[in-house]
């Protein structure tokens, strides 16, 4: 789990840096728990088990909030066009209409009344701030 919260306008906005606004003009930033996700069974609501199969192997089971993504009209070894990794390595959260495809990497909003927004790493990096960082190994392929 991490923390974040907006940049200061200051901290992206050329011109808000040069104004340098007194501390009143502070924007309200709420502080956001997200939670990065880099395969199957990452997000703590994910309530994966582990499985055995008869042959003695074990899997984890399909994460409850980011699931596998499987489409039969993708090849699962196709690569990603945002993220360059093989498709079968992504996740898909389930939306109102339809959903959405989850990249290795993406942060996970924690969930509020079953609802899990998702932000590209890239974007989190720029526009917010780690109050709190997440210890985790850097995601494969990343
Ligand atoms: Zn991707």
């Avoid at 089971?61 to 196709?78: I, Q």
Wanted: glycine content about 8%.
């Amino acid at each position: 789990m991490a923390r974040i919260r907006l940049k200061l306008p200051a901290a992206t906005d050329p011109i808000m840096l040069n104004a340098q606004l007194p501390p009143e003009h502070e924007i309200e930033r709420p502080v956001l728990e997200v939670h990065q996700w880099c395969k199957n069974g990452d997000h703590p609501e994910d309530d994966t088990q582990e499985v055995c199969t008869p042959g003695g192997d074990t899997f984890l089971s399909e994460g409850k909030v980011v699931r596998y993504y499987r489409d039969p009209d993708v090849a699962g070894k196709s690569l990603c066009p945002k993220c360059n990794v093989k498709m079968h390595d992504h996740g898909w959260i389930d939306a109102s209409e339809g959903g959405h495809i989850v990249c290795p990497g993406d942060w996970i909003l924690k969930g509020v009344k079953g609802f899990f927004p998702f932000i590209d790493d890239q974007i989190i990096r720029v526009f917010y701030e780690f109050v709190e960082e997440e210890e985790h190994a850097p995601c494969a392929g990343s």
